[in-house]
């Protein structure tokens, strides 16, 4: 019994590590454009195509290919920043979210134009031994998740609280004017968050797909959903909030479908998330913030 609780601990850290990294591209979007970049999570499918592309088709080496969709994710970010949100700055909250909305399924729609609604099978390209620590057995692929999301998220912390940019982002958080006016480049800070988003999105559409090892044009919608919703429990535009709200989620869903119900995993997860947000509204480490009408 001990055994098994800790195997199903394991695989919730392994799948909330993906969310967690997914839900740090939507909060720091938000915290900076304070808008939602509801075609985040089809970004994790682009990256998982090109990651495809590049090995099964020009036959790169596994390290050259997974830098080519972190380029191509991070320069799309950009595009769809530059092309489908800049201009909407000024709208109303609704127009850019019906925006973000279209842009994610102009996304799915290119992807299965282009590669058919036919699943492709991809074999994993973490090949990584996994360990026995005493009864309980740790895969290659969960050691190498778990690796690989702690090295980027304390990276992140430490460029955001550390760096000349970072404080540029915090600054353009915490009032976009009055950061312009002291000279920081708003248009590039914003860019460079949404291409910072989205490579976080392409390491996730890596893990993603070498866990489940299958690709389709909609392998981003529900993973994107659900980190959305670890965003939101953790505080949205809180980047340790994000983080802890994945881990979280991945921890509650793997226990949920091990001890309860596979079919009913979903919607303990939202059934938290709608609890929290009643008991604490701005999530579990985010910050209340006052507003003067």
């Known amino acids: 019994m001990l055994t098994s609780i ?57 390290l050259p290919a997974m830098l080519l969709t972190a380029v191509v994710c991070s320069v799309l970010g950009m595009l769809i920043e530059k092309i489908a949100y800049k201009p909407l700055r ?8 019906i925006t973000a909305i279209g842009m994610s399924y102009f996304l799915q ?108 044009p909609t392998l981003g919608a529900l993973p994107g959903i659900k980190a959305f919703v670890a965003a939101v429990l953790g505080g949205i535009g809180s980047v340790p909030g994000a983080m802890l709200g994945g881990i979280m989620l991945g921890l509650i869903e793997s226990l949920s479908k091990a001890y309860i119900s596979t079919e009913l995993a979903d919607a303990i997860v939202f059934g938290v998330l709608v609890v929290v947000l009643l008991v604490r509204p701005s999530g579990l480490l985010g910050k209340k913030k006052l507003v003067k009408v």
Not at 13 to 29: D, E, N
Not at 123 to 139: A, L, P, R
Not at 146 to 169: E, H
């Open 109 to 216: 729609s290119v992807a299965l134009l282009i590669f058919s609604s036919t699943p492709i099978p991809f074999k994993s390209v973490i090949e990584v031994e996994g360990i026995q620590v005493g009864t309980v057995n740790i895969s290659g692929i969960t050691i190498v998740t778990l690796a690989v999301t702690t090295v980027i998220m304390v990276g992140l912390t430490l460029f955001i609280n550390r760096t000349k940019a970072g404080s540029a982002m915090r600054a353009v958080s915490e009032d976009r004017g009055a950061a312009e006016l002291m000279g920081i480049n708003v248009n590039r800070t914003i860019s460079m968050t949404f291409a910072i988003g989205s490579a976080l999105a392409a390491v996730a559409g890596i893990l993603y797909i070498c866990q489940y090892q299958s690709l389709r």
């Open 90 to 97: 000024k709208a109303p909250p609704l127009a850019v979210l």
């Open 6 to 62: 800790m195997e199903q601990l394991i695989n919730g850290l392994r799948t909330g590590s993906i969310y967690a990294l997914i839900a740090l591209g939507y909060t720091m979007v938000y915290g900076i454009a304070k808008m939602i970049n509801f075609a985040h999570g089809d970004i994790i499918m682009v990256g998982a195509y090109t990651l495809y592309i590049g090995i099964a088709l020009l036959h790169l080496p596994v």
